[in-house]
């Protein structure tokens, strides 16, 4: 069974930094694209970013909002993916979703999330 | 930048058919998703590739596609399937719907 249980979350003042992770297991993790997926209080579901399989590459792409502020690594070892944020605005108060990502030519999608975990950034 | 249009609310009664639009330019293009999310739970795929149901999703999803619209189709619709429905595609980068609440009456 597919399992991914994010942790790290919690209030942190704006400009502050704060490192989410997400354990995973039940599948083969380091062959697997993982991305984060975030969704503001009340609101609707937003793209943060990836990080691709290293025999992908390796490499990372991020959503506009976050790109330079926010850093997505992994440790295949330890079946890990994290999130790095830094210069954290107000507007990044959400729950954090981990995802694994499967895409192809013309499609990319999620197929198993975490069940979250909240940041709120507020001083 | 890319956006996907979906309506804010849908309402049926139960027993009968619900269908969520979700419209987009780049959708005859790329395949388009929908997720399921209930209040205090993450979202659940619930189609993909406009029309392929996963594993485990009940036969009463289905959806479809024409030119620049995708449709979620619930018939029968159930109690349970109160929830929000989001649309999701990509271009340059992964985009999502705004979300539409199907209220079951």
């Known amino acids: 069974e597919v399992q991914l249980v994010e942790s790290g979350g919690g209030l942190v003042k704006p400009g502050g930094s704060l490192r989410l992770s997400c354990a995973a297991s039940?599948?083969?993790?380091?062959?697997?694209?993982m991305s984060w997926v975030r969704q503001a209080p009340g609101k609707g579901l937003e793209w943060v970013g990836r990080?691709?399989?290293?025999?992908?590459?390796?490499?990372?792409d991020y959503a506009a909002p976050v790109k330079g502020r926010f850093t997505i690594s992994r440790d295949d070892s330890k079946n890990t993916l994290y999130l790095q944020m830094n210069s954290l605005k107000t507007e990044d108060t959400a729950v954090y979703y981990c995802?694994?990502?499967?895409?192809?030519?013309?499609?990319?999608?999620?197929?198993?999330w975490g069940q979250g975990t909240l940041v709120t950034v507020s001083s | 930048s890319y956006e996907l249009t979906q309506p804010p609310s849908v309402s049926v009664s139960p027993g009968q058919t619900a269908r969520i639009t979700c419209s987009g330019d780049?959708?005859?293009?790329?395949?388009a998703y929908w997720y399921q999310q209930k209040p205090g739970q993450a979202p659940v795929l619930v189609i993909y590739?406009?029309?392929e149901r996963p594993s485990g999703i009940p036969e009463r999803f289905s959806g479809s596609s024409s030119g620049t619209t995708v449709t979620l189709t619930i018939s029968g619709v159930q109690a349970e399937d109160e929830a929000d429905y989001y649309c999701?595609?990509?271009?340059?980068?992964?985009?999502f719907g705004g979300g539409t609440k199907l209220t079951v009456l």
């Open positions: 995802t694994t990502e499967v895409r192809g030519s013309y499609y990319v999608y999620f197929d198993y």
């Open positions: 039940g599948f083969t993790f380091s062959n697997a694209w």
């Open positions: 990080i691709k399989s290293k025999t992908d590459g390796g490499t990372t």
């Open positions: 780049a959708l005859p293009k790329q395949y």
């Open positions: 590739k406009d029309s």
């Open positions: 999701q595609s990509a271009d340059s980068t992964v985009v």
